[in-house]
Structure formats: structure tokens, C-alpha cells
């Protein structure tokens, strides 16, 4: 039995547990922080402490090794979990390094406000390529996706925003670096005026992975706050209907 703890700050995570759900067969234990959502918004300090909490909690589950669904807490406080707990922590964000490193042209990376000041992708790309790196914050998102609001015109108008300076450079190369993106990918497609290559680094990270996989696939979903909306966006991204169980953490 290979039990993973997958976590995000709240629903966006699932979109990596889908992912993986999909093609790889194991014992998946999410937690999602979503009474504590938006994770972009707040300080270091903060988005260590509630990360520590999550995995915490998830250790009770006898875990092998974690997969850090979340961008934000990949780059702000990856290194602090790997301190502080004995286990392996995959990040999301290190995938689609990985993979951009892979492709040609330059990156426009969309990611929340804490991932953009820590240039987690920046940083890391420009480390290995003389690619020019476009970050791109979006606060928003994670609110209406949080809310179930995943198309509308409020969200479009802030799309438009968000995108100004992909559409306007025809940047080739657009990374998806918040797991709540993908559940929007086809407003932001819509909204963007050229074919542009979009990476999922859920998706990458989904091929990539190796590990000892099981006969059965079980998955047991954890959130910090649990009603209608997150319930039904939970089934919406799952595409199959999953309870959810309440945690306070
Ligand atoms: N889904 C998270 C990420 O990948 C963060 C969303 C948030 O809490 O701001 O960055």
C-alpha cells in the first residue's frame, strides 16, 4: 500500500489529485485548506504555519510521501516542511520547471501574488535557460473558483486583465502556476488572442511520477470547510461524486 498526502490551500489542489487519480493507482489522502483560502494573499509566516497544520493532520494517515498540490506553498514553504518533517515532498513547481526547460520560447507564468514576489518560477527557470520570464499575478482567481464561479463576465473582464501582456508579446510558452487555474483553462484559452503552448503542471507531474502503485485506487478528500459550493465543485472536478470530510485544523 502506497498512502500519498496530496494538500492545497483549498479545491485547486484536486485538479492534481484528478490528474494523478487517473493514471496512477493508490491510497491518496487531500486535504484542502479552504476555510483558510487564499493562501496568495498572506505572508510567509503565515503560509508556513498553516502548511506545517496540513501536514500534520496528514501524517496521521501513515504517509509515504507527500505531493505539494499547491504553488504557493511549493515555493514559499517547501523548504521549511523538508526541515521539519522526515518525508519526501514533491513539488508542483519544480515539474513544470522542468518541463519548460523542455520547450521553446519564453514563459508567462499566472500565479498568485505570494508565488510571484518569491519568483519561485523565475528564478528557477532563468537558473538553467536564458528564457525570458513574464510573472503574472491574478488575486482573483482563486476567489471566484473558490465561489463556483468558473465562467461570467466578471471573471472574463479580470481574464483580459491578467492576460494583457501574454496577448499582447504572443509570449509562446503559458504555465498555469496556481492548481485553481485548470478548472478555468478554457476561459483563459478563450481569452487569449494567438495559439499559445499551455502547460499543466499537474499534468507534468502526473508523467513523471514514479512510485510503487497498488491493485486499488482509494481516495479519501479532506477540507478545512465543507458546504455546497465546495461539495459540488469538488464532484465538478473530480467528475464523479466524492464526499467530502470535515477536518479543523
Ligand atoms: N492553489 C494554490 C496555488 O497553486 C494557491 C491558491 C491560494 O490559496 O491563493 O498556488
Known amino acids: 500500500m502506497t498512502n500519498i498526502g496530496v494538500f492545497d490551500s483549498g479545491l ?8 494523478l487519480s487517473k493514471k496512477h493507482k493508490a ?3 487531500y486535504l484542502g485548506d479552504n476555510k483558510n483560502v487564499p493562501y496568495g494573499d498572506k505572508s510567509s509566516g503565515e503560509i508556513i504555519d498553516l502548511s506545517k497544520n496540513i501536514v500534520k493532520f496528514l501524517l496521521k494517515k501513515d504517509i509515504d510521501f507527500f505531493v505539494v498540490a499547491c504553488n504557493t506553498i511549493s515555493v514559499v514553504a517547501i523548504d521549511e516542511l523538508k526541515k521539519t518533517f ?3 515532498f514533491i513539488s508542483i ?3 513544470a520547471v522542468k518541463e519548460i526547460l523542455n520547450r521553446k520560447g519564453d514563459a508567462f507564468v499566472m500565479a498568485t501574488k505570494a508565488t510571484c514576489l518569491k519568483h519561485g518560477y523565475k528564478e528557477k527557470i532563468q537558473r538553467f535557460s536564458d528564457k ?8 482573483s482567481l482563486v476567489s471566484f473558483i473558490e465561489n463556483g464561479e468558473i465562467c461570467g463576465k466578471d471573471l472574463e473582464n479580470d481574464l483580459k486583465k491578467y492576460l494583457d501582456l501574454a496577448n499582447e508579446r504572443k509570449i509562446e510558452n503559458i504555465i498555469l502556476g496556481c492548481t485553481h487555474y485548470p478548472i ?6 478563450k ?3 494567438y495559439a499559445a503552448n499551455i502547460i499543466d503542471p499537474a499534468k507534468v507531474l502526473t508523467r513523471d511520477i514514479v512510485f510503487d502503485e497498488d491493485e486499488n485506487l482509494n481516495i479519501e478528500i479532506y477540507m478545512t470547510d465543507v458546504n455546497e459550493i465546495s461539495q459540488n465543485m ?11 470530510k470535515k477536518v479543523s485544523n
Open 191 to 193: 481569452n487569449l488572442t
Open 132 to 139: 525570458k520570464v513574464y510573472e503574472k499575478a491574478c488575486p
Open 12 to 19: 485547486g489542489g484536486l485538479t492534481v489529485l484528478k490528474e
Open 234 to 244: 469538488t464532484n465538478i472536478i473530480m467528475g464523479r461524486e466524492i464526499k467530502i
Open 86 to 88: 522526515d518525508k519526501k
Open 27 to 29: 491510497n491518496y489522502f
Open 184 to 189: 478555468i483553462e478554457k476561459e483563459i484559452k
Open 93 to 95: 513547481t519544480d515539474e
